[in-house]
């Protein structure tokens, strides 16, 4: 079974950048798709961002694009979501997630990390 372990999170400026990454383990990282979601309080859990499992793809919500690019190393089992340009409403809990299904196309990110915190102050 797979475990996703989020990290980076942490305060900093509007402005300013973050890298957060997500370590996983239990089965062959390069099969499958990965992406990143994110809930802000008292608001539902949205999109951010998603990579194929080939690499080949990535997919951004219009809020983040051009700010954010998502990454991952299948070498190191991790993915990387580097985030510019920070805003205060890109203030949120991050979540990495994973589809179930190895090599699928279309995927579903349907498995969840616990998150990690990022503060966008102004």
């Known amino acids: 079974q797979v475990q996703l372990v989020e990290s980076g999170g942490g305060v900093v400026q509007a402005g300013g950048s973050l890298r957060l990454s997500c370590a996983a383990s239990?089965?062959?990282?390069?099969?499958?798709?990965m992406g990143w979601f994110r809930q802000a309080p008292g608001k539902e859990r949205e999109f951010v961002a998603a990579?194929?499992?080939?690499?080949?793809?990535?997919y951004y919500a219009d809020s983040v694009q051009d700010r954010f690019t998502i990454s991952r190393d299948n070498a190191k089992n991790t993915m990387y979501l580097q985030m510019n340009s920070l805003k205060p409403e890109d203030t949120a809990v991050y979540y990495c997630a994973t589809d179930s299904r190895s090599r699928a196309a279309p995927f579903r990110l349907e498995v969840w990390g616990q998150g990690t915190l990022v503060t966008v102050s102004s």
């Open positions: 239990g089965r062959t990282f390069s099969n499958y798709a």
């Open positions: 990579i194929s499992w080939s690499g080949d793809s990535t």
